[in-house]
């Protein structure tokens, strides 16, 4: 960026196509050049998806703060702009005529300043202005002008113009990225999960703290399948799922409801759905899935839309269809979990067995992991109805539920300007409404909290007590 910005300075013209997938940081270039672009005009656009049909939409976005230059173009350019941009009606303008007004109006501006256009989201430009702005591109000589395009996918009038394609994260630097927008701790075996699923892409790390609670991220349990996640990306994903083969999908859904993304496993419950594992291959070539070493994603969204199209009825199947695949023995953890998502209601013995699952995480000491647990095992007790008998009484563990609704989500999050880079604090200080666990005598609070101006967050408190009270 740097080198295009002296170039640019120094008189000659330069362009460069930013390409790379959702989430990988072009955006993100984008504004550092436009940042270091001191003593540049910038004229900015971004295709617009609803507006691809719209000829010419991008290019007026572009051209907008030099229209006030068009009075000096020679008259059939000027004609041309004018009806391009709904100046002006008459004809359908001729493209050629279009392209060399743009390259007038930029070579008039260029003379004041050094001029940078940058377009964004350029894979969405209507085609009239990708053509135009293409055409300029491969005219653009001494004009102190840079065109700076970013892209997720080739783009056929783009193609034969410089790029450079933007790669993930280094693992070093994901971890580096990731440590700093986490709340709470995380245990090593979940954030190299969480590294190895996003391939570098910060996106995918900066949601995967956004969207995971604090108990999926403590203990690696549960879904990031029912939270809201940016609609644009989700849109693509669902579309390329949605064409995959009935079987594949099912295939899918299996390895998005399983999150250690062990193949076998995943395999032999695909297997019992009539969903084997050649059914992933439409998958891995569609470039959504990856089976081996380990079944992960392309992209974690990938994960939870191909989790939510499918329905509850079948999400119910492919978590029974893991539980019976789980080895209880070295697993009892997760089927206990595959378990309580396959039930359709409340069930006694599941919710025992998930009860047995969070003194073991407590034991490991995931004291966010027991609690969701914890919660999920309440939620599938069944109630006593009137005078009828209560449900075994396990007084082992004890769950004293405050007022909040979920126990291990945060309170709402503060600005992330304050927030993502704020070092982890071990105060316990303020916690709002936290969340009580009690594991025979010993009381477990579990909170988040981040305190307004240094955004920092605190958890796990340990006190003494011997407040006997119901699990439910
Ligand atoms: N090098 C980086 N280091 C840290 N965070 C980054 C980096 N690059 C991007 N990000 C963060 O990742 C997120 C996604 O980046 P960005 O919006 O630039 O992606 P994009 O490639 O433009 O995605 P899209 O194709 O959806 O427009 C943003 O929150 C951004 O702040
Ligand atoms: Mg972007």
């Not at 009381?443 to 307004?452: F, K, L, Q, T, V």
């Amino acid at each position: 960026m740097k080198e295009l910005l002296d170039s640019v300075c120094n008189g000659r013209s330069e362009v460069l196509v930013v390409r790379g997938e959702p989430g990988i940081g072009k955006t993100t270039l984008l504004d550092q050049a436009v940042e270091r672009a001191s003593g540049f005009q910038v004229a900015r656009a971004t295709g617009v998806e609803s507006e691809m049909e719209l000829p010419y939409a991008g290019l007026h976005q572009l051209c907008r703060p030099m229209l006030d230059r068009l009075a000096l173009l020679p008259a059939p350019q000027q004609e041309a702009a004018s009806s391009a941009f709904g100046l002006a009606g008459g004809r359908s303008p001729d493209r050629f005529l279009v392209g060399l007004a743009v390259l007038s109006l930029l070579s008039e501006a260029s003379e004041q300043a050094p001029v940078l256009c940058v377009i964004d989201d350029a894979q969405w430009l209507d085609r009239a202005s990708a053509q135009v702005l293409a055409f300029v591109a491969r005219r653009l000589l001494a004009e102190r002008v840079g065109l700076l395009f970013a892209t997720r996918e080739r783009n056929e009038d783009l193609q034969r113009l410089p790029e450079l394609l933007v790669e993930g994260l280094a693992d070093a630097d994901a971890r580096a990225l990731l440590a700093s927008v986490l709340l709470l701790p995380l245990d090593e075996g979940v954030r190299e999960r969480i590294v190895a699923e996003a391939h570098g892409n910060p996106l995918a790390l900066v949601e995967w703290s956004d969207f995971l609670s604090p108990a999926e991220l403590a203990g690696g349990f549960g879904l990031p399948a029912l939270r809201a996640v940016s609609g644009r990306l989700e849109d693509g994903f669902r579309r390329r799922l949605a064409d995959l083969p009935v079987a594949t999908q099912r295939f899918v859904t299996v390895a998005a409801a399983e999150p250690t993304g062990d193949p076998a496993l995943v395999s032999r419950a695909a297997a019992k759905l009539g969903a084997g594992e050649a059914n992933g291959s439409p998958a891995v070539e569609a470039g959504l899935v990856e089976l081996w070493p380990k079944v992960s994603f392309r992209h974690p969204l990938v994960r939870s839309v191909a989790y939510r199209l499918a329905s509850i009825d079948d999400r119910r199947a492919v978590h029974r269809a893991l539980a019976e695949a789980t080895d209880p023995d070295t697993d009892p953890d997760h089927r206990a979990w595959h378990r309580a998502l396959a039930a359709p209601g409340p069930d006694e013995e599941v919710a025992a067995e998930l009860e047995r699952s969070a003194v073991r995480a407590r034991a490991r000491g995931g004291l966010a992991a027991a609690a969701s647990l914890l919660e999920r095992s309440a939620a599938l007790t069944p109630r006593s109805a009137g005078s009828g008998p209560s449900p075994p009484q396990r007084p082992t563990l004890r769950l004293v539920r405050s007022s909040r609704p979920s126990p291990c989500l945060p309170p709402p999050r503060p600005d992330r300007s304050t927030s993502s880079a704020a070092p982890l604090s071990n105060s316990s200080e303020g916690i709002p409404r936290p969340l009580t666990v009690t594991f025979g005598t010993r009381r477990i609070s579990s909170s988040a909290r981040r305190n307004g101006s240094s955004g920092s967050t605190c958890c796990s408190r340990v006190t003494p007590t011997s407040t006997p009270s119901a699990r439910r």
